[in-house]
Each structure stands twice: as structure tokens, then as C-alpha cells.
């Protein structure tokens, strides 16, 4: 009994976490159908967030084709999925849920857990009830659930919500004896021998992992594939801007790979910095999708002289400056820009 384990699509037109257009969404949806139609798996089951945010009508196309292609399916709500926009994908093959239910026998035998992201606060705690969904099921169970991990790696720059309700143990996990728990929400691959986190389909900030696509899990003999769809990284270029010419060492890039250049540059050499990173990015726009610059700018700290934070007039403002700066003949300064 074989299952592909897919998560956290984040599917839209505004992508406002990386600038993947809608099309190049849909081309790793198509890369990952491929890639469960070759393991020929007997269920997919897709941990939430198919969409970030409110969905559109061709988001919910580019969606609609990804699950025809990967039925039958099992699709849970995430915290980024509007309520009854997934309602709409319910059809022949692909069954939606938006509640903690147990399907008896529901995968070849094995028993189904889905426990979707919880909409309302729960004082009972999420952990709960999981443990309430595995005292229904018999001893061969899969659980499907959308939920934070204690002791769980996020993605670079991904945010935790902060919902004490929707929150889960590994060791509670492990403790249950599920066959496989299929998780969504944080976006950084990593699995555990009970289960884990598929890893989202797509980088969506810089510093997240590019380990992304799809897992094919055997359930009888535990054997796991992790398969790599997403076809591109958000790559960071640290310059050392010091440099007459700022070199990109060690590093390889790919056509569709996002790059980001980042140097840090005192407050009074912005211009020249600048100059040199466009060099750079210049040559890397003709590698890869897409180049941002961001400098990092460091204040200059200027340290006032007492008398000049001490004069009184603008008179006496610039005789204090002219004497910090070594003019000789301050006062015949003075008289000639008063006559000026």
C-alpha cells in the first residue's frame, strides 16, 4: 500500500513571499503529478494550504487539474485556506475535510485520521484531540493533520501562529503508533520514523530549504521516496563589496533560480558600493530568473565637536566647524561670507 504525501501549496496569483507566477506554480504541480502517476501510489493525500489566502478562479483551475491528475485525494483545510473554498474540489476521487473525523479501512486497510486546522480555539488542545482520532482507529492508522510541531524546523523566515491550540508533540506522536502522519504547515522537509512534514512545493523566502515536492511512502514495508519538484532555489550572494571587483565565489546557479545580493556598505560609500553590486547582478541576470540588490547599510556616526554643539548662532556654528576642520584665518572666512 503505497500513499504520496503532498502539503502546503500556497497556491496564487500574488505571490507575496517570492515572485513565482501562477504558470511556474502549475508546472510543479504537473512535476509532481508526474512523479505520483510513476509510483503509482493508491492515495494522495495533500496536509492543507492549497491556497495562500482567498483563492481565484485560476488558482482554483491550476488546483482542480493538479487533483484530477493525483486522484483519488485526500485534502485537509490549513490555517491559510479560506473556509469553503476547498468545498468546491469535492467530486469523484478527491474528498475535502474541514473537521477531525476517523475513516475506517479508508486506505487499503488502513484506518484514516484527518485533523484539519482548527478554525475555533479548543481549550481541550490539539494534541488531544488526536489522541481522541487514535482511540478510534485500529492498529494500522494513518493520521492527516495540519498542525505546529514542538521541537520542529521552520522554513527561513516562515512564522509560527502562535496557537497554543493547534500545537503537537513528536514524542506524543511517536507514542501513538501511527503507521504514517502526514503533517502540513511548516514548510521545511523533515521526517521522522512515524512521519513528518512533506516540505511545501516551492521556496517562498530567501533562506528556505529547496528540498521541496513530494514524498511517496510504501506503508507495509516503510520505505520512503522524497522526490524534488520545485525546479528552483532563492540562492543569497554575500559580496564583500571592499573588493576593487566583487567575485561570486563557490557558488552554481540554475536558469530558474531567484538570486539575492546582499553587502554591507558604510553610510558615506553608498554610490560606489552600489555600482559594484549592479556589476554583479548584471552578469547574473543573464543566468538566472531574477537579481535583487540589498545593502545593507551601515550609519556613519559623526561625533560633535563641544563648541560646536555649543554655539549659539549659525556665526558661531561655522567658526566652530572651520576650526574642527584646520582652516587657518577663520575669521577672514567669516568676514568674506558675510559680505557674500
Known amino acids: 500500500m503505497r500513499i504520496a504525501h503532498v502539503a502546503d501549496l500556497h497556491l496564487t496569483e500574488t505571490p507575496s513571499r517570492s ?77 475535502i475535510h474541514h473537521a477531525p473525523e476517523v475513516f475506517a479501512g479508508a486506505i487499503g486497510g488502513y484506518d484514516l485520521a484527518v485533523a484539519p486546522w482548527p478554525r475555533v480555539r479548543n481549550a481541550e488542545g490539539y494534541a488531544a484531540i488526536v489522541k481522541g482520532l487514535r482511540a478510534q482507529c485500529g492498529e494500522k492508522a494513518i ?17 509560527t501562529t502562535g496557537r497554543v491550540d493547534a500545537v503537537i508533540s513528536a514524542d506524543d506522536l511517536a507514542e501513538m503508533g501511527w503507521a504514517y502522519c502526514a503533517l502540513g504547515h511548516y514548510h521545511k522537509r523533515q521526517l521522522h520514523p512515524w512521519g513528518g512534514y512533506a516540505g511545501g512545493i516551492r521556496p517562498m523566502k530567501f533562506g528556505d530549504d529547496a528540498r521541496k515536492g513530494v514524498v511517496i511512502v510504501d506503508l507495509d514495508t516503510g520505505k520512503r521516496e522524497e522526490i524534488d519538484c520545485a525546479g528552483y532555489s532563492l540562492v543569497t550572494v554575500d559580496l564583500d563589496i571592499t573588493r576593487d571587483i566583487p567575485l561570486v565565489h563557490g557558488q552554481t546557479f540554475a536558469l530558474k533560480d531567484r538570486v539575492r545580493i546582499r553587502y554591507r556598505v558604510d553610510e558615506e560609500n553608498q554610490t560606489a558600493a552600489y555600482g559594484k553590486a549592479e556589476s554583479v547582478a548584471t552578469f547574473l541576470r543573464n543566468h538566472v530568473r531574477s537579481v535583487t540588490i540589498e545593502p545593507e547599510v551601515i550609519p556613519t556616526v559623526r561625533v560633535r565637536a563641544p563648541e560646536i554643539a555649543a554655539a549659539k548662532t549659525d556665526e558661531d556654528v561655522l567658526r566652530a566647524y572651520l576650526r574642527q576642520a584646520g582652516v587657518k584665518r577663520v575669521e577672514e572666512v567669516c568676514k568674506k561670507a558675510e559680505l557674500e
Open 143 to 159: 493520521l492527516l493533520a495540519h498542525c505546529d510541531l514542538v521541537g520542529a524546523e521552520l522554513d527561513g523566515g516562515q512564522d
Open 19 to 95: 515572485d513565482v507566477p501562477l504558470d511556474e506554480q502549475d508546472e510543479i504541480l504537473c512535476r509532481i503529478a508526474e512523479a505520483v502517476n510513476e509510483a503509482e501510489v493508491d492515495r494522495t493525500l495533500i496536509s492543507g494550504d492549497c491556497f495562500d489566502g482567498e483563492s481565484t478562479p485560476l488558482s482554483r483551475l491550476v488546483l482542480s487539474r493538479f487533483l484530477h491528475r493525483v486522484a483519488p485525494a485526500v485534502v485537509i483545510y490549513g490555517n491559510h485556506d479560506r473556509p469553503v473554498d476547498l468545498d468546491l474540489f469535492e467530486s469523484h476521487g478527491v474528498t
